[in-house]
Every structure is written in structure tokens, then in C-alpha cells.
């Protein structure tokens, strides 16, 4: 059983900087891959970037691609979104998530059994 706790979401304008955090319980959080998907008013969750056990191999959305980094502390067990040049579309809610399927650089919501309860980044124009 994991738990996950999302910080560090906020208003910022565009343009701006910030960092989501992403704090695991238990003591095999290596063992799971993570990953940030975020859900913007009335659309689906999107996968947005995931990162394996080690860290290893991570992927990115080519929406975020050269703008987001995702990486890891296995000995804090915590996962981050550095996030850079946001985009009003970058207005959502993020969640953290973690799996341990070997499908996980698919980046598919189905393959992440564990969540966490979001956070809000708003992005102004």
C-alpha cells in the first residue's frame, strides 16, 4: 500500500516557475514507478510525465516536453515536478501517481493503482 501526498501547487503567472512535490509513504517506494498526471475542467486526466523506480528513464507529454522535469528522491521518498514557462493550458489539477506494472511508461491513468489527492496550479494570462 502506498499513500501520496501532492504539494506545492499555486497561482503563478505566466512565464513563471514551480515546483510540485510529491511525498510517499511506505518503505519500498523504489519499487514503484511515478508519475504527474493533471486534469484540467471538464477534460480527462492527462498523463503529463513518469519516471521508473531508479530514475533512471523518464518520458514526458510533448505538451511539456522541454518545459516540465520530473525526478526523484528515493531516500525522502518524494517525487518532483519541476515546472518552467507555464502556460495558462497548464491550468489544472496535478496528481501524483505510482505503479508497479511494467507498463508503466505508458503513461495510461488504468496502469497507476495509487493516487494522491491532487493539487491546484493555476496559471494567469
Known amino acids: 500500500q502506498v499513500q501520496l501526498v501532492e504539494s506545492g501547487g499555486e497561482l503563478v503567472q505566466a512565464g513563471g516557475s514551480l515546483r510540485l512535490s510529491c511525498a510517499a509513504s511506505?518503505?519500498?517506494?523504489?519499487?514503484?514507478?511515478m508519475a504527474w498526471f493533471r486534469q484540467a475542467p471538464g477534460k480527462d486526466r492527462s498523463f503529463v510525465a513518469t519516471?521508473?523506480?531508479?530514475?533512471?528513464?523518464?518520458y514526458y507529454a510533448d505538451s511539456v516536453k522541454g518545459r516540465f522535469t520530473i525526478s526523484r528522491d528515493n531516500a525522502k521518498n518524494t517525487v518532483y515536478l519541476q515546472m518552467g514557462s507555464l502556460k495558462p493550458e497548464d491550468t489544472a489539477v496535478y496528481y501524483c501517481?505510482?505503479?508497479?506494472?511494467?507498463?508503466?511508461?505508458?503513461?495510461?491513468?488504468?496502469?497507476?493503482?495509487?493516487w494522491g489527492q491532487g493539487t491546484q496550479v493555476t496559471v494567469s494570462s
Open positions: 501517481a505510482a505503479t508497479a506494472s511494467s507498463d508503466w511508461s505508458m503513461g495510461f491513468p488504468s496502469k497507476y493503482g495509487y
Open positions: 519516471i521508473n523506480g531508479s530514475g533512471g528513464s523518464i
Open positions: 511506505g518503505r519500498t517506494f523504489r519499487t514503484y514507478a
